[in-house]
């Protein structure tokens, strides 16, 4: 079945440093991509998307690539931010069984420390 | 403004005691969905519905039941016979047609049963 992995965290970073949390996945058909984060007590927010191979979502200084031929798409971010602290989930969405199915990683905790 | 709306945030139950958590949706999408979230975990789908009065088991259904009498609507009921049943539920709608059918979620309910 399908299968998504990511690096376990918690990531610990210092404000304005570099950012990438990595994301493999294992999909029997052509699966769409996303990451979506969420924020203490609350629900997921999609933070990007991608459709299709060598797509790259973007969205609030986050980007990813949809890498086929390694089947990746690790989110990065140029220069983080206190605010930025969440758990950022990688998740792909793929038929199976006749509906859309979502298959979600564990998570990995990021903290931003100013 | 268009969303997902779940209640309570909180709640508490006693052990041996059903319990529903309200799911509505005003975003007209067909699909809908309810995970269930423990600490350090990703996300796992207890049930699905794509159309009204029809709706699947997920990856963890046993003792949860639901119903989907309108569109809007997606109520999840922890029976008693749930064994674990303290988590963090998560309601999620989305579109059947388009091309990533990216999921939204609601805010979350923190159920816990003593």
């Known amino acids: 079945g399908d299968s998504v992995t990511q690096m376990e965290g918690p990531v610990t970073l210092s404000e304005e440093a570099f950012l990438t949390i990595n994301c493999t996945y294992t999909a029997t058909g052509y699966p769409s991509l996303f990451w979506y984060v969420q924020y203490p007590g609350e629900g997921l927010q999609l933070l990007l998307k991608a459709t299709k191979a060598d797509d790259k979502g973007s969205n609030k200084g986050f980007e990813a690539t949809y890498r086929k031929e390694t089947t990746s798409f690790h989110l990065e971010k140029g220069s983080v931010q206190v605010s930025d602290s969440a758990v950022y989930f990688c998740?792909?969405?793929?038929?199976?069984?006749?509906?859309?199915?979502?298959?979600f990683g564990t998570g990995t905790k990021l903290q931003v420390i100013p | 403004d268009g969303g997902i709306t779940q209640s309570p945030k909180y709640l508490f139950r006693k052990e041996g005691q059903n319990v529903t958590l309200s799911c509505e949706q005003n975003?007209?999408?067909?699909?809908m969905y309810w995970y269930r979230q423990d600490p350090g975990q990703g996300l796992r789908l207890i049930y699905y519905?794509?159309?009204?009065?029809?709706?699947q088991k997920g990856d963890i259904a046993e003792g949860y039941s639901v119903s989907r009498e309108k569109k809007e609507s997606f109520p999840l009921t922890v029976t008693s016979a749930q064994k674990n049943p303290t988590a963090f539920y998560l309601c999620?709608?989305?579109?059947?047609?388009?091309?990533?059918?990216?999921?939204?979620f609601g805010p979350g309910t923190r159920l816990t049963v003593t």
């Open positions: 998740a792909l969405s793929d038929l199976s069984g006749g509906y859309q199915k979502v298959t």
């Open positions: 975003l007209n999408h067909d699909a």
């Open positions: 519905s794509q159309i009204v009065n029809d709706f």
């Open positions: 999620a709608s989305s579109p059947l047609a388009g091309a990533s059918r990216e999921q939204y």
